[in-house]
């Protein structure tokens, strides 16, 4: 109310255009709306255009597997953007004050936090603005009875087991104020500080990563760019590539990055690794570099239809009854006349083997693909054909002696075209 108060005193003055917004919760039953009914009748009262919303809080906390809190707080939000898109504002103001800013910090840091996170609420950020953010409850309240502003006190603030930010504010911030009474000034001081190195810091994360590689559904980065950055910079070089990944923050906590970190360090020497991560999102890094990308559709084994073409992974393979011009894996079977063999292609399996024409003897899959330099994300999608069950070839490493065609004996051909044909620079090296 006082913000409201506020921000019409100044459009008044200077010509602004103001439009209220509010949302019933529904969380309180008759309270709730006796607070939209009292919206309602100060803004008819003061001449302000109100748009009014509302929702399911409980409903959608349980669909998507929110707390109460936090399930309100999306909600909430969410209508308050479309309505200032609605009114044409371009400015979104909310009334957090002082020691709103000093329960968010003390809350993060008895939770577990960042600096991000004892950095507090920022000012103004993608539009929102909190213009109340150094004035203190105390403030408010002198500012209401001297303007004689009316307004409704939400009765489960009063409740300190209502929430951990009620039972701060009831029972610990007093405490705190016996120590010192400008204990909330001094923890908002602190957090704007704090907030300055959070900037600094984030700046120069973006200017280390200004050269990442961006293509569908993948991201690279050097990891000789990561290594040379001050510790405190690394986290934030690999939160911006979930950015730029287009999956966002959200989720991705410091185990997640502390794992990538170790995963860097184990793989420092050439070796190869993988790390799945949220958003259907999968790490590894290979010859020095770093590749985040989404999750590729999971291959399973599919029957390949003479004559037919499938598509399977990143590629599309037809069975034929005789040799044809271009990629492909020629095999001979020697059944019954007339009998077809089942022949299907499948996810390469490591500890499959294969007897290569010239070798003294059968090497596993694994082998193979290292001694080609064939990374494991490339393993995993090489179509590997079996007949009647057993592997006869696997596409770029050969077919197995028992499977090899021979002089001018008849053979099946199984052509393969790649469905996209940019190849991974990095793995290439």
């Known amino acids: 109310?006082?913000?409201?108060?506020?921000?019409?005193?100044?459009?008044?003055?200077?010509?602004?255009?103001?439009?209220?917004?509010?949302?019933?919760?529904?969380?309180?039953?008759e309270a709730a709306d006796r607070d939209e009914a009292f919206v309602r009748e100060i803004c008819k009262s003061w001449d302000i255009p109100l748009t009014v919303g509302q929702g399911d809080v409980g409903e959608y906390a349980k669909r998507k597997g929110l707390s109460l809190e936090e399930a309100a707080r999306n909600l909430r939000y969410a209508f308050l953007r479309s309505a200032a898109s609605e009114r044409h504002c371009k400015y979104l103001y909310t009334a957090h004050h002082a020691d709103d800013n000093a329960e968010t910090v003390l809350l993060n840091l008895i939770r577990g936090t960042g600096l991000k996170g004892l950095a507090g609420m920022d000012w103004e950020?993608?539009?929102?603005?909190?213009?109340?953010?150094?004035?203190?409850?105390?403030?408010?309240?002198?500012?209401?009875?001297?303007?004689?502003?009316?307004?409704?006190?939400?009765?489960?603030?009063?409740?300190p087991e209502?929430?951990?930010?009620?039972?701060?504010?009831?029972r610990v911030i007093p405490l705190l104020k016996e120590q010192n009474p400008r204990v909330v000034e001094h923890i908002c001081r602190t957090a704007a500080q704090l907030r300055k190195v959070d900037r600094s810091l984030e700046e120069?994360?973006?200017?280390?990563?200004?050269?990442?590689?961006?293509?569908?559904?993948?991201?690279?980065?050097?990891?000789?760019?990561?290594?040379?950055?001050?510790?405190?910079?690394?986290?934030?070089?690999?939160?911006?590539?979930?950015?730029?990944?287009?999956?966002?923050?959200k989720d991705i906590g410091a185990v997640h990055l502390e794992a990538l970190m170790d995963l860097s360090r184990s793989t420092a020497w050439g070796k190869e690794g993988r790390l799945s991560l949220p958003h259907g999102v999968t790490a590894r890094?290979?010859?020095?570099?770093?590749?985040?990308?989404?999750?590729?559709?999971?291959?399973?084994?599919?029957?390949?239809?003479?004559?037919?073409?499938?598509?399977?992974?990143?590629?599309?393979?037809?069975?034929?009854?005789?040799?044809?011009?271009?990629?492909?894996?020629?095999?001979?079977?020697?059944?019954?006349?007339?009998?077809?063999?089942?022949?299907?292609?499948?996810?390469?399996?490591?500890?499959?083997?294969?007897?290569?024409?010239?070798?003294?003897?059968?090497?596993?899959?694994?082998?193979?693909?290292l001694d080609r330099k064939i990374s494991l994300a490339e393993r995993d999608r090489l179509p590997a054909v079996y007949v009647n069950g057993t592997l006869a070839a696997v596409w770029r490493l050969g077919v197995d002696a028992a499977f090899a065609p021979e002089g001018g004996a008849p053979c099946r051909f199984i052509k393969l075209e790649k469905q996209n044909m940019e190849e991974d620079r990095h793995d290439a090296q």
């Not at 109310?1 to 039953?29: I, K, P, T, V, Y």
């Not at 603005?129 to 603030?157: F, K, M, S």
Request: charged content about 25%; aromatic content about 6%; overall charge positive.
């Open 1 to 29: 109310m006082c913000l409201l108060h506020l921000l019409d005193r100044w459009c008044r003055e200077r010509g602004g255009q103001l439009s209220a917004a509010h949302f019933n919760h529904h969380l309180r039953g």
């Open 125 to 159: 950020r993608d539009g929102l603005c909190r213009p109340l953010l150094g004035v203190t409850r105390a403030e408010l309240e002198e500012y209401a009875a001297q303007w004689e502003i009316p307004h409704i006190e939400d009765e489960t603030n009063c409740d």
């Open 162 to 170: 209502a929430a951990g930010r009620n039972f701060l504010r009831l």
């Open 204 to 249: 120069d994360a973006a200017a280390r990563s200004a050269h990442v590689e961006v293509q569908q559904g993948r991201v690279t980065l050097s990891m000789d760019a990561l290594a040379a950055a001050p510790a405190a910079v690394r986290p934030r070089m690999l939160l911006r590539l979930f950015d730029l990944l287009g999956v966002g923050r």
């Open 285 to 369: 890094y290979c010859r020095r570099w770093l590749i985040l990308e989404t999750r590729p559709p999971i291959l399973t084994e599919a029957q390949l239809v003479p004559g037919r073409s499938l598509s399977w992974g990143d590629y599309v393979l037809t069975l034929l009854d005789r040799r044809e011009k271009g990629d492909g894996i020629p095999f001979f079977w020697s059944g019954r006349p007339g009998q077809s063999p089942v022949v299907t292609v499948a996810p390469c399996v490591p500890g499959e083997r294969l007897t290569l024409a010239g070798a003294p003897g059968s090497r596993s899959v694994k082998r193979l693909c």
